[in-house]
């Protein structure tokens, strides 16, 4: 590192801004190799972390490692050889020994591992030790080549054959920049020594040595908490600052709920069950909320059945009441219609103030906008809107189109809303001309593990359902494996009792590259078989609009026994009628899909079952269907899912960011999440704290950007 650097360690900014070339033996061809890794700058390299570390005092031997036992050994070729099998495929063959014992590892389709594999190559393997005609073998293990590195501890990088990296070169590399640094100033760690001290987190010097060089296993695990701390602290900083800043500069409209004689009161008095001890204390927060100056940011967590619905009008009323307007905005016209029906029964009855009326009363007035609005209905609609004689709009993505025009939107509720793109949902948020923004409440039926909800929803305040009304039958699961007659008995005997039943397939047409059960060939099948002589219907994504709404009226109305679909039928759909959920194949589904399937039944009073039809293909598909027979709770499925299939599934829709959560992991870093929320709170202040913490701020500016940090707020 050279130049004329400012005082204080090395920044990251600093490091960023190094590209790799600056190293010595980092030529051209190098340098096009580790861009090929997303590596450009030494701060790139640094950030790419070792993905195991060998402990040489620990490692597994040859003679050691019992046949049917995982194991990694650290080992040299003795030869390498390939041919071709019988059916064309490659096979390449490596004989490799580590002094007390020898064993094969064999390749098939690989043939570059014949290149990878020389002979008198070191490599740490791991894999399973089998036993092939009398020899030891493993097939196809993952391969690490090290090279004759020393030291007990030796950290293994992700290695690219396309790019031609080896761990060995990476090693290198980082070894270099690490001493160079610390040559020249050291690292600047801009976490202030209070919060490091709090969390017994050691220095950034001390972490980037310990994860890329370290002596001792236990250096490993030191450097890993603090760089993961410092990866979670950014992102949280950048959601609680840009929270409370627009806190700061956002215009709401504040609302009064009327207290007893207002007409969110008149609403709960017209339902015919009293709220539940959740639904009373999410409906306060959010009338709390609305009542400030600010526009509300909210997430609503609600299992399938908890009455979020109930919440949502409560809180669109709460709007209405002082002379505003509410906007629905659900994923699909199938649910919005849904919504519709539910939202316009609840309020039947209801009335608001109006001047305008010879009695000034008049019904709250309810409509519906989607695509499938016909043009004379979108007039009546938007002159009413312009009038004020429409109080709360639900819809699709409708309802953001051109020509949609509120006189004053006082507050939102967009469902499910991991279906829409940022922008449109953030367009919802603009549609008062006088700059003014109305509350936001985002519902969602996916229960989100509490950490993934406070990284990936950072800047909303999360109010969550956890209790189910009284009178909710709870509902039974099964899993058959190989006895589709039984269940097909059981459908035939919910029906024989006045129910209905869904049947849910994963594909809609056969396919031979899936062997798994289709709409189409299922429909046909139990037609003509196992349900023959029963109403049984057809639903899926290709039916056209017109079809799909007959089909679906045919069923709410009983005219159909039994309702054969895709996951159309997975969000929104209520009969209370329907009692068995029969899903075929259902290793092929999620977990978040399965349970929003079964909540489709169990909404009367008959008791409900859910039928999970098929073989379990993975030990994680096994994993999952377990779940769903053990338990109906949908947080802790959703902690099931996070365990089993990583942040992936929740961090997936954040589509930027350098440095996302390359160590961190929402799975194993549970505890993490939250220190880094609660030191960012206190960090950040009333949003002027960072400006205390001026090497913090850069760090999250580098790092995250502004149109990251704007994504994570419009989320």
Known sequence: ?????????????????????????????????????????????????????????????????????????????????????????????????????????????????????????????????????????????????????????????????????????????????????????????????????????????????????????????????????????????????????????????????????GLVAAFHDLLDFPLTGAQQRVVAEILADMARPTPMHRLLQGDVGSGKTVVAVSAL????????????????????????????????????????????????????????????????????????????????????????????????????????????????????????????????????????????YGDLDVSVLDELPPGRTPIRTEWVVDDEEAVWAAVRAEVADGHQAYVVCPLIDESEALEVASAEETFERLLDGPLAGLRVGLLHGRVGPAEKEETMRLFRAGALDVLVATTVIEVGVDVPNATAMVVLDAARFGIAQLHQLRGRVGRGTAVSRCLLVGEATTPDAEERLRAMVRTTDGFELAEVDLDLRGEGTIMGERQKGRNDLRLASLRRDREWVEAAREAAVDLVGDGDGLHAHPGLADEVDLLLGDDEADWLLKS
Do not use: C
Request: net charge neutral.
């Open 1 to 261: 590192m050279s130049g004329d650097p400012p005082e204080g360690g090395v920044t990251l900014r600093e490091l960023a801004g190094r590209p790799v070339t600056d190293l010595h033996g980092v030529g051209d061809k190098k340098a096009t190799a580790l861009a090929k890794v997303g590596v450009e700058s030494v701060l790139d390299l640094l950030s790419y972390y070792p993905r195991r570390w060998l402990d040489r005092t620990r490692e597994a031997t040859i003679d050691e490692l019992a046949v049917g036992e995982e194991g990694m050994v650290l080992v040299r070729v003795v030869r390498v050889s390939s041919r071709r099998t019988r059916n064309r495929r490659s096979l390449v063959e490596a004989r490799v020994t580590d002094g007390t014992g020898s064993l094969t590892l064999t390749f098939f389709n690989q043939p570059w591992r014949e290149r990878q594999l020389p002979e008198g190559t070191e490599a740490v393997v791991f894999g399973r030790m089998d036993r092939y005609r009398d020899r030891l073998q493993m097939a196809n293990p993952v391969v690490d080549l090290v090279g004759d590195r020393t030291g007990r501890i030796v950290a293994v990088y992700p290695q690219s054959e396309s790019a031609g990296l080896a761990s060995w070169d990476l090693d290198a590399l980082v070894g270099e920049a690490i001493r160079r640094v610390m040559k020249v100033r050291g690292f600047d760690d801009p976490v202030p020594a209070g919060v490091l001290a709090r969390h017994r987190l050691t220095d950034r010097a001390a972490a980037y040595r310990g994860i890329h060089r370290p002596e001792t296993m236990h250096e490993v695990a030191e450097a890993r908490r603090r760089l993961v701390f410092d990866e979670l602290l950014r992102i949280q900083l950048a959601l609680v600052h840009r929270k409370v800043q627009l806190e700061r500069s956002a215009q709401g409209i504040p609302h009064e709920d009327g207290g007893p004689g």
């Open 317 to 456: 009323l709460a709007a209405v009441q002082g002379g505003h307007q509410g906007a629905f905005m659900a994923p699909t016209e199938v649910l919005a219609e849904q919504h519709h029906l539910g939202v316009a029964g609840l309020l039947a009855g209801l009335e608001v103030g109006d001047d305008d009326s010879l009695f000034q009363r008049r019904p709250v007035g309810v409509a519906l906008l989607t695509n499938r609005t016909t043009a004379a209905e979108r007039r009546r609609i938007a002159d009413d809107l312009a009038g004020g004689r429409l109080d709360i709009l639900i819809g699709t993505h409708a309802l953001i189109q051109e020509g949609v025009e509120f006189r004053s939107l006082g507050a939102v509720v967009i469902d499910e809303q991991h279906r829409f793109g940022v922008e449109q949902r953030d367009a919802l948020r603009r549609r008062n001309p006088d700059g003014t923004e109305p509350d936001v409440l985002v519902m969602t039926a996916t229960p989100i593990p509490r950490t993934a909800a406070m990284t990936v």
